[in-house]
């Protein structure tokens, strides 16, 4: 059991924070220990170096040389059809979750507490079974 | 707006004394790393009084530009000659860095001189900032950068942003 993630070149990585926070990059280079050379684009963030504490390692890498350019990278990117298995990860469903909640206008906000409630009564009543069946036992 | 934990700026400055009579002056070009115009300038005096016979009220600034970085996504390594005072004396040193632009790098050479040897920005002179290639850099720290399949894994990792669980029931867990 040891690390799978590394920080690689063809690493792709979340932007935790910054001013790209949200966006997968790719390290293409490595700088040093704190920091990469990290290039977007198909997630739109241009080349440029960023510190490691912002960036979050994806299980996802792709076929890049040291230092490709950017047409590069977006070719192999695209070949590994990053961004379309990223947004089949729990990781981003969980992010966009996220998201959605804090849009929610207020009506939003009552049908999910609505639906919550009625998920609530449904679990409540198949407890409510299972108690009696211990009873009786 | 001028910040001092900044990067630094490269100037191009370049003065020549002013002559009494009308001959011809030398002309006297420097590179200068400084976080504005006025500080560049400043350092310029200083250190063209050093080196030349010259003093801010007997020249003139003939021009300064303001350098910007050539290859901004290239990685490079420096090789930077540094002049300090420690508290005891007058040293030289040959430090490198890696980095992506020269003003990126000699900001890390102030910074790690402050780091290593408690110098000062005022105590620190710059003599010398060239890109060195890769199989001639001398630093093994440097050095080990050199490696096209290199990768390592970010071993326990502490994420100190994390603002939304601040007490948490359990340890969170520090691993990838």
Same mark, same amino acid.
């Given at each position: 059991?040891?690390?799978?993630?590394?920080?690689?070149?063809?690493?792709? $990585?979340?932007?935790?924070?910054?001013?790209?926070?949200?966006?997968?990059?790719?390290?293409?280079?490595?700088?040093?220990?704190?920091?990469?050379?990290?290039?977007?684009?198909?997630?739109?963030?241009? +080349?440029?170096?960023?510190?490691? #504490?912002?960036?979050?390692?994806?299980?996802?890498?792709?076929?890049?040389?040291?230092?490709?350019?950017?047409?590069?990278? +977006?070719?192999? /990117?695209? #070949?590994?059809?990053?961004?379309?298995? /990223?947004?089949?990860?729990? /990781? $981003?469903?969980?992010?966009?979750?996220?998201? #959605?909640?804090?849009?929610?206008?207020?009506?939003?906000?009552?049908?999910?507490? #609505?639906?919550?409630? $009625? +998920?609530?009564?449904?679990?409540?009543?198949?407890?409510?079974?299972?108690?009696?069946?211990?009873?009786?036992? | 707006? @001028?910040?001092?934990?900044?990067? =630094?700026?490269?100037?191009?400055?370049?003065?020549?004394? =002013?002559?009494?009579?009308?001959?011809?002056?030398?002309?006297?070009?420097?590179?200068?790393?400084?976080?504005?115009?006025?500080?560049?300038?400043?350092? !310029?005096?200083? !250190?063209?009084?050093?080196?030349?016979?010259?003093?801010?009220?007997?020249?003139?600034?003939?021009?300064?530009?303001? &350098?910007?970085?050539?290859?901004?996504?290239?990685?490079?390594? !420096?090789?930077?000659?540094?002049?300090?005072?420690?508290?005891?004396?007058?040293?030289?040193?040959?430090?490198?860095?890696?980095?992506?632009?020269?003003?990126?790098? &000699?900001?890390?050479?102030?910074?790690?001189?402050?780091?290593?040897? @408690?110098?000062?920005?005022?105590?620190?002179?710059?003599?010398?900032?060239?890109?060195?290639?890769?199989?001639?850099?001398?630093?093994?720290?440097?050095?080990?950068?050199?490696?096209?399949? =290199?990768? !390592?894994?970010?071993?326990?990792?502490?994420?100190?942003?994390?603002?939304?669980?601040?007490?948490?029931?359990?340890?969170?867990?520090?691993?990838?």
């Amino acid at each position: 059991m040891g690390f799978t993630r590394f920080v690689e070149i063809g690493r792709v $990585a979340y932007v935790a924070f910054g001013p790209d926070e949200g966006k997968l990059v790719a390290i293409v280079d490595i700088i040093d220990q704190s920091r990469v050379l990290a290039d977007g684009p198909c997630s739109g963030v241009a +080349r440029k170096a960023i510190n490691l #504490k912002q960036l979050h390692l994806t299980k996802f890498t792709i076929q890049i040389a040291p230092s490709s350019r950017s047409g590069a990278v +977006r070719k192999a /990117w695209e #070949k590994a059809e990053v961004s379309k298995k /990223w947004e089949e990860t729990t /990781w $981003a469903k969980k992010l966009e979750a996220r998201k #959605k909640r804090t849009q929610l206008n207020d009506f939003d906000r009552f049908k999910l507490m #609505k639906a919550k409630q $009625a +998920r609530n009564r449904l679990i409540t009543i198949q407890a409510g079974k299972l108690r009696k069946q211990l009873k009786a036992n | 707006m @001028r910040f001092k934990c900044a990067e =630094l700026k490269e100037y191009q400055i370049v003065g020549k004394p =002013l002559s009494k009579t009308n001959e011809k002056t030398p002309i006297y070009k420097m590179r200068i790393f400084a976080p504005d115009e006025i500080v560049a300038k400043s350092r !310029f005096w200083y !250190f063209l009084r050093q080196l030349k016979k010259v003093r801010k009220v007997n020249g003139e600034i003939l021009r300064m530009t303001l &350098v910007s970085n050539s290859s901004p996504t290239k990685i490079k390594n !420096f090789g930077i000659w540094v002049r300090y005072d420690s508290r005891s004396g007058s040293h030289n040193m040959y430090r490198e860095y890696r980095d992506v632009s020269t003003t990126g790098a &000699v900001t890390q050479c102030y910074r790690d001189m402050a780091a290593r040897h @408690r110098a000062r920005a005022h105590s620190i002179q710059i003599m010398k900032v060239e890109e060195v290639k890769a199989g001639d850099c001398k630093r093994p720290i440097i050095k080990q950068m050199h490696n096209s399949t =290199l990768k !390592f894994p970010l071993p326990h990792r502490i994420l100190k942003y994390n603002k939304k669980s601040i007490f948490v029931a359990e340890r969170p867990s520090t691993m990838q």
